[in-house]
């Protein structure tokens, strides 16, 4: 597991174009991804480009989000350290990764078993504390719930109904919905238990399925 004085410039690169060209202004953000080495995420033939703001395929015909999807999500998170964070779709782990150097606790769902166990691995051997699950991501995890926050790393037709009834009183819900794109969506939950919505930008995530395989 190399990381290098090379692959920390390309990360303090993709940093300042997140700062500068994208408009990321929360710190703890910049510094959970200056602190997670994406390289290690992602195939060796993809190594040149892992700090450049692209999607890139994991297997299972999925994928590993673009750095500025990972901010921006991460951004609108609004995390406090010691949050209970619940992650649907595990994937690659990176976007696990960087939630644990935001100082929350993490508790994460991957439908396809593969990825499930290769990131499982990999978050272990680079020391980073994640609670990771095999599992339908519609169903969240009604037995450790409720959580502050939850964030949804692929794109929903609908809000599963699950995952808002697991979100605490006053938590926050971060999760694309549409069909071929999607909106990044923030659903709040308030003290009453009442739904806010609030709608952002256009983005594209490979689908929520159902089951696990």
């Not at 993809?46 to 450049?52: D, G, K, M, W």
């Not at 990972?70 to 990176?94: H, M, R």
């Not at 929903?156 to 006053?170: D, K, M, Y």
Request: proline letters at 4%; charged letters at 20%.
């Amino acid at each position: 597991m190399i990381d290098n004085l090379r692959h920390q410039g390309l990360r303090k690169r993709m940093i300042d174009y997140l700062s500068v060209k994208r408009g990321i202004d929360s710190d703890s953000v910049l510094k959970a991804m200056m602190n997670v080495p994406r390289h290690l995420f992602l195939e060796s033939s993809f190594l040149e480009f892992a700090y450049e703001d692209k999607a890139f395929p994991i297997g299972s015909q999925q994928t590993i989000s673009s750095v500025y999807t990972v901010a921006f999500q991460t951004q609108l998170l609004n995390l406090a350290p010691g949050e209970k964070v619940l992650e649907i779709g595990t994937g690659s782990g990176y976007q696990t990764a960087v939630l644990t150097q935001c100082n929350v606790e993490v508790y994460s769902i991957e439908r396809h078993h593969n990825l499930y166990k290769t990131a499982k691995t990999l978050l272990s051997m680079l020391n980073y504390r994640a609670n990771l699950f095999h599992g339908d991501g519609h169903l969240g995890l009604s037995r450790l719930a409720p959580f502050d926050k939850i964030l949804v790393t692929c794109g929903a037709v609908e809000v599963p109904p699950l995952l808002l009834e697991q979100l605490r009183l006053g938590g926050e819900m971060v999760i694309p919905i549409g069909f071929k794109n999607q909106i990044m969506t923030l659903f709040s939950k308030d003290l009453d238990g009442n739904i806010k919505k609030k709608e952002y930008h256009n983005f594209q995530f490979v689908p929520m399925l159902r089951d696990k395989e």
